[in-house]
């Protein structure tokens, strides 16, 4: 390869620990500033569909992922009481399983032995204060008073990037679709072996994804006004009354919730850079260029094949950095938008909003595991 790149990942999340693996180990030198104190993600549970997990198995944690989740193949679809309508075989992307569910925190922790067993360096409690691109490399002060030079600096940083707000300001601040996702760990039933949907009237769904042997989580997602936030005194209460509707295993799972400060709540919001998604030498990817909406699953394995397409792009530039974020983001941003823009197709068909004839053909390819995310992403 050509002269090691310095690289700057801000960022430790899953798509910013899978770059600086995927670089680490093709010999970059890479350094991956954290804000949080530790590498323990917020949240419940992640389903890692085939395309994510042929990602993992290219930086070399596949069976790390499944020893620490729960693979399944098959989706049961069930009315709001609980009788199955269907079973869905899910698709696979080469030899890589078909789905993985993982608690977000065995995943974090899985990705970041990788990353630092690669070389890479973790430097928690940090951020980024001050950045100056000069054109042939990025001068960058951290909050902990650090200073260093890089050939590119990465934003990883999520939904709220605060290196977006950077970069372009407000123009492209998260969108709220007007739903939000409320989520809860219970103890897995033994019959849920797959993701179970279930549909009602008020909730756009209801699922329950299994993350390990012993443990699942409850997802539900209903309208929600931006300004509402749950009671942190009953915000089991409010998951059940708005699941009130449902039997069978989802009013099952239900009665293991007693704990209000076990509920995730989260908005369901957008996030779409339509310039380009680098500023010479500064780069956004996964949640911070193109967060979608979850109704398809392929939120994280958007970050994760942006990281090992970045990564084999700057391989294949042999150190021309700008060729190969042009290069990366050609490839990206097709692959990034369809998933987007079905993502809200399926929200809209889901709750009976109205869907524009363009979301309509769109809808018209089929859901989940549409033929375009099952191709190679390069």
Known sequence: MATPLRVLIHGGG???LTLATAL??????VRVAELRGELDALGV???Q???AL?????????ADCLAAGFEWDTLTICDPVGNTLAKIPQPRMADAPACNGI???????VLGAAAAAAGAEIVFGTTITELADDGAGVEVTLSDGSTGRWDLVVG???IGSPLRQRLYGERFAPEYTGFANWRVTVPRQSEVRGVVMSTGDRAAKALLTPITEELMYLGAVFAEAEDFRPDPERAHEQLAERLAAFGGPVAEALTQVTDPAAVVYSRISQVTVE???????????GDAAHASTPHIAQGAAMAVEDALVLARSLDEAEGDVPAALAAWEARRRPRAMWVQNISRAVLKQETGTPTTPEEDELLKVGIPGAAHVLVKPY
Do not use: T
């Not at 042929?54 to 596949?62: P, Q």
């Open 54 to 62: 042929h990602v993992m198995g290219e930086i070399g944690v596949l």
């Open 14 to 16: 899953i798509g910013g």
């Open 49 to 51: 569909p085939s395309n």
């Open 275 to 285: 310039e380009p998604w680098h500023v010479g030498r500064v780069v956004l990817a």
């Open 24 to 29: 680490a180990r093709s010999g970059h030198l």
């Open 45 to 47: 549970g992640i389903i």
């Open 156 to 158: 990883f940083d999520g």
């Open 103 to 109: 608690p977000r925190p065995a995943l974090a922790r």
